[in-house]
T-cell receptor
């Protein structure tokens, strides 16, 4: 149990375009979803926390107008990188937690974004 | 300033030995601590959670200790196997923001040599 999927697994886009990444919890209801970014050989940096049906809470330094997060249902959250630039190229990972084991986070496989 | 340090960036050990990974933190007061395994190009996989009032947790070949006085957690893999080779991340829970938020260390890359 506790499977989280992400789509796409990798994407290449041109500078100035927008990209949407989906995160789904497949076999449990995710009351909270988290979005992280990871640069090579670095740790995961939390970007934002989203609770179903409410606005996401962004970490300091993360532009909410650039990284749009929607958590419309208990099984789906999306991250849209708007007007992407090469410096947005990174590995984006979502995680989800439910009510049963509230402190355990289940991570998706990640999405590799390359902006050219 | 707040810091999470995981011993070395890379650790090589011989198959069958016990691997011990260290996670030290400063200026945090986590309610719990978790260990994750991450393979290249993949998301982390949850291994163990230990709460601030627990000293030790075990799961199969894995053992975690948590010393809130020393501000340190040790992660042990006994009878290590080449399949255990991966990057291991420690994460502090409830240390900042909401109780569910995790703050990650930079990881230790473990290689188990056959």
């Amino acid at each position: 149990g506790a499977v989280v999927s992400q789509h796409p697994s990798w994407v290449i886009c041109k500078s100035g375009t927008s990209v949407k990444i989906e995160c789904r919890s497949l076999d449990f209801q995710a009351t909270t979803m988290f979005w992280y970014r990871q640069f090579p050989k670095q740790s995961l940096m939390l970007m934002a926390t989203s609770n179903e049906g409410s606005k996401a809470t962004y970490e300091q330094g993360v532009e909410k107008d650039k990284f749009l997060i929607n958590h419309a249902s208990l099984t789906l959250s999306t991250l849209t990188v708007t007007s992407a630039h090469p410096e947005d190229s990174s590995f984006y990972i979502c995680s989800a937690s439910g009510e049963r084991a509230a402190y355990e986070q289940y991570f998706g496989p990640g999405t590799r974004l390359t902006v050219t | 300033s707040q810091k999470i340090e995981q011993n070395s960036e890379a650790l090589n050990i011989q198959e069958g030995k016990t691997a011990t990974l260290t996670c030290n933190y400063t200026n945090y007061s986590p309610a719990y601590l978790q260990w994750y395994r991450q393979d290249p190009g993949r998301g982390p996989v949850f291994l163990l959670l230990i709460r601030e009032n627990e000293k030790e947790k075990r799961k199969e070949r894995l053992k975690v200790t948590f010393d809130t006085t020393l501000k340190q957690s040790l992660f042990h893999i006994t009878a290590s196997q080449p399949a255990d080779s991966a990057t291991y991340l420690c994460a502090l829970g409830g240390a900042s923001g909401s109780a569910r938020q995790l703050t990650f260390g930079s990881g230790t890359q473990l290689t188990v040599l056959p």
